[in-house]
């Protein structure tokens, strides 16, 4: 089973579809998270990092965060903590 886009029933009708239940859409929505990210690493560009955004702008609502929740959250952490610009590496656990 995979989540794809809102419009993929349209644009491919002839593959078989089905709805996912509330309850299925934040376990749905986290694999592809990890899948767009994966695609990510592996092709690293402006059209892996939308789908990244997207799948994630997605999974905050089915949770009932608004993004701007999440970048509130993102901007107390990089406040607190930093951000990931520096590219500092732990070299033991």
């Known amino acids: 089973m995979k989540l794809v886009r809102d419009k993929i029933p349209e644009i ?3 593959r078989s579809y089905r709805r996912a239940s509330r309850s299925e859409m934040p376990g749905l929505l986290a694999e592809k998270v990890l899948e767009e ?3 990510l690493r592996d092709n690293p560009s ?3 990092m939308a789908d990244v955004y ?3 702008r997605a999974l905050a609502e089915a949770l009932g ?3 701007g929740d999440v970048v509130a ?3 107390k952490k990089r406040l607190e903590r ?3 610009v520096e590219g500092w590496v732990l070299l033991e656990e």
């Open 37 to 39: 990210a994966r695609e």
């Open 65 to 67: 965060y608004s993004w």
């Open 12 to 14: 491919a009708p002839h």
């Open 46 to 48: 402006l059209e892996e």
């Open 82 to 84: 930093g951000g990931f």
């Open 54 to 56: 997207e799948a994630l």
């Open 73 to 75: 959250e993102a901007e």
